[in-house]
């Protein structure tokens, strides 16, 4: 195998183009969270009943994709997969970039903000967003002691690259078990208390974080005219495939769950057959737009030949992820709180009756400031640290990939 | 030397008190805040505790003297605890509501106030993530607004839809000092606990002139609220969830 080289991201007009529009997300974002902070959440889409909103779709679906970046280092270093080596340092990096736009949304949305300090030492560890908060904290510490042992140039600490990979792969596990039981622990709703959330949110993180990763590395490689190999990328869109495929059998799963016991039929009934927005975000948006026409353009021939269809399916996977969530959250709140199981309730603070949100701006400026974050982030950090393979041309990361007529360089594939 | 020995004594006391606090406030201030919700409120001015452990206050809702047009009990929390909310309101703070269920399959309906049901093993207080959202050793469940976040996690968690976020600025001239509620945070009946611990009864039970509604100690074999749950049965709404409720109800649908 050639050895890799890295270098820092080129660019000048284009790179400060491209943080001056994301700063400007960003900053608009910032605008939001002031403006909701001043007034209060009544400006926003939320209610006493929908009490987390667009916010929380773009926190819980950045958190959860986080840990699935990570994934190409994990399999790199944990599985000791040649072609996924190079794109360790990148994948560690976004992976920490992904979950501070997570985490910025979410700690934005908190209705005392000003006490993020109280949050970070006050922990009732039977909570298990508690226990969340100890794990995203982690997961930074992990994921940057295994980037710094990736890139240390020390023999005495590049030896323990395995272990390093190792706990951060199971630290991402074992977060992304946190951030599923979050909801799978809901007891008294209808749309969670399910066990089955956990492993569906680890087979939603590998689904939405590998689509993330292939996204931005190809936007970036794309940027800079560096060689990137179909053959790569075509493995890297078969391995999305399978990830997507396995992400749609579990929410099937969960559903069919659902569907099995009477008192959850009602709400099956309303999310799957309602034909509402979370029938339509579900059906549409994650089952087809998120999962068949994905699965289809990952596997399709062109695949081999051409990145559009892995940029398109990879684009179209987080499409759906994000519209997936949104039931989840949205419509698991959306549904009435049973408290008296076949019987219709009404009262004065709208018992018994579906809730309505609709998603303000201030609160989709915030959720997309987040997404932007990230990306600034990853942007930046490979400006400052040398991240980036140099070529991931196919020859150059596995020669079994290698195919001379496959190797070709985004510019020229352009 | 009476006064030395005294003035020996209290400077040994302060120096105990400086320590403890000093440590406490140095290691584990987190704990220390845990502790006093834990042990209820701060001991009371005669040493003894405020909050006494050995009791569980609860209530008794007799749903068959309560009837649909009545509302008196929701009023006068309001007016104890400075709330307000439009009917049908989304983002109003609403402590107790009526609830009315009707039974499709028979026709029958009936009403039924509906707040903090103050269970044993609150689900609001397991996922707070800060322990704001706190149980007294005496069966009530309430917010500690010091701590207070304002993720929502409780009501996410809470199977009676007890509990409100304040969305907006209380006005000033509606603000209780016991029961505050700051923007951003999350509010919730907390069985009119200022009045408890002077020994009154919650303001919605001394409202309720039909006498539906009773108040008092579970764990007293005498108390009159032990005495009628061990005559009639009752029940408590969501039981199968087992939280072991503090609001008992004579009837439900």
């Keep these: 195998m050639k050895r890799i080289h890295y270098s820092l991201l080129e660019g000048r007009a284009g790179y400060y183009a491209a943080l001056l529009v994301l700063g400007a997300i960003i900053g608009t974002g910032l605008l939001a969270f002031w403006y909701m902070e001043h007034y209060g959440h009544i400006v926003t889409g939320m209610t006493n009943q929908i009490v987390w909103g667009m916010p929380h779709v773009f926190a819980v679906f950045l958190i959860v994709a986080a840990s699935g970046v990570l994934n190409v280092a994990s399999i790199g270093s944990v599985f000791d997969r040649k072609a996924y080596k190079p794109l360790s340092r990148l994948s560690a990096v976004m992976a920490a970039a992904v979950l501070a736009g997570g985490l910025m949304i979410l700690v934005l949305d908190l209705g005392r903000p000003d006490r993020l300090i109280v949050a970070m030492t006050y922990y009732n560890f039977k909570s298990i967003f508690a226990w969340n908060m100890i794990l995203y904290n982690g997961f930074f510490a992990v994921v940057l002691l295994y980037l710094f042992v990736q890139m240390s140039r020390s023999f005495a600490v590049q030896k323990y690259k395995k272990h390093a990979g190792m706990a951060a792969f199971l630290w991402r596990l074992i977060l992304t078990t946190g951030t599923g039981s979050i909801f799978g622990w809901l007891v008294a709703r209808q749309g969670y208390d399910l066990a089955v959330f956990a492993p569906m949110f680890i087979a939603m993180s590998f689904s939405f974080g590998l689509a993330i990763f292939l996204l931005l590395m190809m936007a970036l490689y794309r940027a800079v005219g560096r060689p990137l190999g179909h053959g790569l990328v075509n493995r890297l869109g078969r391995l999305l495939g399978v990830f997507v495929a396995v992400a749609a059998y579990f929410v099937a799963v969960a559903h069919l769950t659902n569907l099995y016991a009477p008192e959850h039929q009602a709400y099956e009934k309303f999310i799957l057959a309602g034909g509402n927005i979370y029938t339509w975000l579900l059906w549409g948006g994650f089952g087809l737009i998120g999962t068949a026409l994905p699965l289809f353009l990952l596997f399709s021939n062109a695949a081999r030949r051409s990145f559009a269809p892995v940029a398109w399916a990879s684009l179209l996977v987080i499409l759906g992820g994000l519209a997936l969530m949104y039931v989840i959250i949205i419509g698991g709140q959306a549904f009435p709180l049973v408290m008296f199981p076949g019987k219709e309730v009404s009262s004065g603070f709208v018992d018994g009756v579906i809730n309505s949100y609709t998603p303000s701006l201030p609160e989709i400026a915030l959720g997309l400031a987040g997404a932007a974050l990230a990306v600034a982030i990853t942007v930046f950090a490979a400006r400052v640290l040398p991240i980036l393979p140099r070529s991931l041309a196919d020859d150059d990361v596995d020669p079994h990939l290698a195919r001379a007529a496959d190797v070709v360089e985004l510019k020229k594939a352009a | ?253």
């Design chain 2, 1 to 253: 030397m009476t006064d030395t020995s005294l003035s020996g004594k209290a400077r040994r006391d302060f120096i105990k008190a400086a320590l403890a606090t000093g440590g406490v406030l140095t290691l584990a201030p987190g704990l220390m805040l845990l502790t006093t919700g834990a042990g209820g409120e701060a001991a009371a001015a005669d040493g003894k505790p405020a909050v006494d452990p050995k009791k569980r206050w609860g209530m008794l809702i007799d749903t068959t003297k309560c009837t649909d047009d009545c509302d008196k009990c929701v009023s006068a929390c309001k007016e104890e605890n400075g709330w307000q909310a439009e009917d049908g309101s989304l983002t109003d703070v609403q402590w107790i509501r009526k609830v009315n269920v009707k039974d499709p399959a028979t026709g029958f309906a009936m009403s039924l106030p509906v707040m903090c049901q103050h269970c044993a093993n609150p689900p609001c207080v397991d996922v707070c993530p800060t322990g704001a959202s706190m149980q007294r050793v005496d069966g009530i469940v309430r917010v500690d607004m010091h701590i207070c976040i304002g993720c929502r996690y409780c009501m996410m968690a809470c199977p009676y839809k007890a509990r409100s976020f304040v969305h907006e600025d209380i006005p000033e001239e509606r603000k209780k000092p016991h029961a505050p509620m700051g923007k951003g945070c999350v509010t919730s009946c907390d069985m009119c606990a200022h009045r408890v611990d002077v020994g009154q009864i919650p303001a919605c039970v001394e409202a309720c002139d039909k006498g539906a509604m009773m108040f008092g100690d579970l764990n007293d074999p005498n108390a009159g609220i032990s005495k009628r749950l061990a005559e009639i049965p009752t029940y408590e709404i969501r039981a199968d969830l087992g939280l072991d409720l503090g609001v008992r109800y004579t009837r439900l649908p």
